[in-house]
């Protein structure tokens, strides 16, 4: 051979060491990858290429699938009243893709996780088409109906909890959208996706996961905690030596109440009238870092608290003396999901023992085989039971007497605390009113724990309260999940 040609082999040569070197990168390290690519095209087309599996409340489906024509696609995804169940499903479109349950369990609903690999070569074998597993959820159909409902045109979230599992009962945010607007690929489900995308009351936003706002006086029941815990009240009806109005410390300005006397009530009487003094004082006795770390017990400061989608984080925040009195009462930078103040609700009910909040019970192969079942987990023990049981005693008392009388149930015990929380520059806008609660039957169970807030109303400024208008809500939801339990 001679040099030009030699040349021109070891050249030949080279290039084909490259393509095949080039396609075994392909194939072998960037296969997986590539295989869930969301701009893969092929990914999408196969994921609608077959009915998706469904997600399943009270063993029924709240989702389904129709057959399509003109596309690649050959399914579309549809739910069964998707305004109401969108914060617990998420949207699966096949022009925008998929979140929450829609997207985190996509291996499981369209038949392509590595756990259905046996029932998959079954029906190749067998000649069955694929075909898509389903979501089990832990959500109650009549809880989440009148959580929604009770919400109606008002924003707002609902969050009601199993305090003994953490199973989430219900999870309910408005304004709401309806998935189905924009299941297809066509025109007109872009224009309804970018219409609702702009829409300035964001109705996307699932508010009881991914919304914080400043807890107001529901907080109070954490700073309570936090003082029986260390100790700066063993007494909830002895006096508290508490002024009123407080001064906060280190400035000139005072903290004032919107009811009742004050001046050195007992923890009993200052959580059932909501005293911002005494909450106020006891936060900064107690002092930031203690506060910082009885809030954690409780699950603020977790940054990655899924369920399985993931909750933004809630945060009491790290700061000075005056500030921290604030954020004793639920105000300053101290900011709360929905999810969170259930949370507090519920470890408190649950005598001081905080379960991992959860929503998938169970994953299911298309022939119902269970590939997954959830244990419920202790997330931490938030308080002892003695002083769980003298937060039991005090949040009862607000719900008989106090400020939250408009939750109470005939025959059910009821523990809460009301919030009427200021937001905006010098608290100009509407306040959020909230509301976090348990019922207890008589046989000493606690079946649900429940945290309502509502934005923004019709109400007027002064008509805007945590018992007048969250109150009501959480006490038609708790009264779903205790007569679906008859």
């Known amino acids: 051979m001679n040099k030009p040609l030699r040349r021109i082999a070891i050249f030949c040569g080279l290039l084909v ?42 063993g029924k489906a709240i989702t389904g699938s129709v ?50 690999f046996f029932r998959n070569t079954l029906d190749m074998i067998t000649g069955k088409k694929k075909e898509g597993g389903s979501v089990v959820t832990t959500l109650n159909a009549a809880a989440q109906k009148a959580a929604f409902n009770g919400l109606g045109n008002k924003k707002g979230a609902v969050v009601a909890l199993d305090p003994k599992t953490g199973a989430i009962l219900a999870l309910a945010s408005t304004p709401s959208y309806d998935p189905s607007t924009f299941a297809g690929i066509s025109n007109t489900d872009s224009k309804a996706f970018q219409k609702l995308d702009k829409n300035s009351d964001k109705p996307m936003l699932n508010r009881a996961l991914r919304e914080t706002y400043p807890p107001g006086s529901t907080f109070k029941v954490v700073t309570a905690a936090a003082a029986l815990e260390n100790g700066t009240v063993s007494d909830i009806d002895d006096k508290t030596d508490s002024p009123d109005p407080y001064q906060l410390p280190e400035t000139t300005t005072d903290l004032t109440n919107e009811h009742g006397v004050c001046k050195n009530a007992t923890l009993r009487y200052a959580l059932e009238q909501s005293c911002n003094t005494v909450f106020g004082k006891l936060s900064d006795t107690v002092g930031n870092e203690k506060m910082r770390e009885q809030a954690a017990k409780f699950g603020f400061d977790e940054a990655e608290l899924d369920v399985p989608v993931r909750a933004a984080e809630s945060v009491y925040p790290e700061d000075n003396r005056p500030q921290n009195a604030m954020a004793g009462i ?4 101290n900011r709360a999901t929905p999810l969170q103040m259930a949370m507090v609700a519920s470890a408190v009910a649950n005598d001081g023992e905080l379960m991992k909040p959860y929503m998938v019970d169970q994953l299911r192969a298309s022939n119902l085989d269970v590939i997954e079942t959830h244990d419920p987990e202790t997330l931490s023990q938030a308080v002892s039971p003695e002083t769980a049981q003298k937060l039991q005693d005090m949040m009862e008392t607000v719900v008989k007497t106090g400020t939250g009388q408009k939750a109470q149930i005939e025959n059910v015990t009821v523990g809460g605390k009301t919030g009427t929380a200021q937001h905006g520059v010098d608290n100009k806008e509407k306040p959020y009113a909230w509301f976090i609660s348990y019922a207890r039957l ?29 109150a009501p809500i959480a006490k038609s939801v708790m009264q779903a999940v205790i007569n679906s339990k008859k």
């Open 17 to 58: 060491l490259a393509l095949l070197i080039r396609d075994n990168w392909i194939q072998y390290v960037q296969a997986d990858s590539l295989k869930t690519d969301s701009k893969n095209r092929r990914v999408a087309i196969e994921r609608y290429g077959t009915p998706r599996g469904d997600i399943i409340v009270d």
């Open 442 to 470: 008589s046989d000493g169970s606690a079946p649900v724990a429940v945290a309502v807030v509502v934005e923004d109303s019709d109400a007027e400024r002064g008509d805007i309260s945590g018992g007048g208008l969250a």
């Open 330 to 333: 639920g105000q300053a930078s």
């Open 67 to 116: 057959a399509t024509k003109g596309t690649d696609y050959k399914y579309k995804r549809t739910w069964k009243n998707g305004e109401m169940w969108a914060p617990v499903t998420g949207y699966s479109s096949q022009i925008i893709g998929a979140t929450q349950l829609e997207s985190l369990e996509d291996g499981i609903l369209t038949g392509n996780d590595d756990r259905l």
